[in-house]
C-alpha cells in the first residue's frame, strides 16, 4: 500500500519513512504544503500523515483542501503541536487519526495499518476471501492455512485486491496503490504480477478474475450460490474509491 508523508523536518522524515518502509508500506515524502496539495490532486494513497507546521501552506490547509475535494483518503495528523485545540481543528476538518511528536514508530505503522484496513470497512486484522487469509499486522498470506509464498511486489497486488473487499480495480489503479512516484513502471509489470498471483492461487477456490472495462476482481469461486465471503453484500454501500 502507498502512503503520503508529509514532514518539513528532513531527519524526522527520513527516519518515519524507513520505519514505514520496513513495515512494508510504499512511501512517497514531500517536505512542504503546496508539494503535498499537488500530489494529492494527482496521485491515489492509501493514507497520508500530515504534519501540520509546514512551509508554504500549512497542515491544515492542505487537509481543507483534500475534504473539499471529497478525497475519502484517511489522514493521521502527525504534529508537535498536541493542544486540545489543534487537536480539535484537525479533527473537525476531517482528520482521522492524531499522533504527537516524539512518535513512537511503531505506534505510528499500527495506527496506519488500522487506518487503512478501516477504511476498506475490515474492522478484524485479518481478512478472509475464502481459503485465501490475509493477516494485516504481519502483512502475510496463508492459503488454506499454509504460507503463502510472495515476492514483495506479488503480495502488493494481491494486498490492495483482498483489502477492496470484492471490488474491481483496474490496472491503473493497481499500480498508483503499489508504485511510488520515484519509480518507473512498465505498462505490462501490473500485469505479469497479477498473472504470478493467479498460478500461485490455482486449485483454491480463491481466484483473481478479470472483469471487462473494470480490471481485476479477487473472489471465491463457488459452485454454491455465492455468499458475502469477498464480495461486497448486494445493496450496501460501496467502501472508498467503490
Do not use: W
Not at 59 to 78: C, D, H, M, T
Not at 103 to 117: G, K
Amino acid at each position: 500500500m502507498r502512503v503520503l508523508l508529509v514532514e518539513d523536518n528532513p531527519v524526522l522524515a527520513h527516519s518515519l519513512s524507513d520505519a514505514l518502509a520496513n513495515a512494508r508500506f510504499t512511501v512517497d515524502c514531500m517536505h512542504d504544503g503546496q508539494a503535498a496539495d499537488h500530489v494529492l490532486r494527482t496521485q491515489d494513497y492509501a493514507l497520508v500523515i500530515l504534519d501540520l507546521g509546514l512551509p508554504k501552506l500549512d497542515g491544515l490547509e492542505v487537509l481543507r483542501r483534500v475534504r473539499e475535494r471529497r478525497n475519502p483518503v484517511p489522514v493521521l495528523i502527525l504534529t508537535a503541536h498536541d493542544s486540545v485545540e489543534d487537536r480539535v481543528r484537525g479533527l473537525d476538518l476531517g482528520a482521522d487519526d492524531y499522533l504527537g511528536k516524539p512518535v513512537e514508530l511503531v505506534e505510528l505503522a499500527a495506527r496506519a495499518r488500522a487506518l487503512i484496513r478501516r477504511s476498506h470497512g475490515h474492522d478484524n486484522a485479518r481478512i478472509r476471501c475464502g481459503p485465501l487469509e490475509f493477516d494485516s499486522v504481519a502483512r502475510t498470506f496463508t492459503l488454506a492455512g499454509e504460507p503463502l509464498a510472495l515476492t514483495p511486489r506479488e503480495r502488493a497486488v494481491l494486498e490492495v485486491l483482498v483489502m477492496r473487499n470484492g471490488r474491481a480495480i483496474n490496472k491503473e489503479a493497481l499500480s498508483e496503490k503499489i508504485y511510488g512516484l520515484a519509480e518507473s513502471v512498465s505498462p505490462d509489470a501490473i500485469e505479469i504480477y497479477v498473472h504470478r498471483v493467479r498460478k500461485k492461487l490455482e486449485g483454491s477456490r480463491a481466484a483473481i478474475t478479470t472483469l471487462r472495462g473494470l480490471g481485476y476482481l479477487l473472489e471465491t469461486k463457488e459452485e454454491a450460490p455465492r455468499g458475502p465471503d469477498c464480495r461486497r453484500p448486494e445493496g450496501s454501500p460501496p467502501g472508498p474509491g467503490g
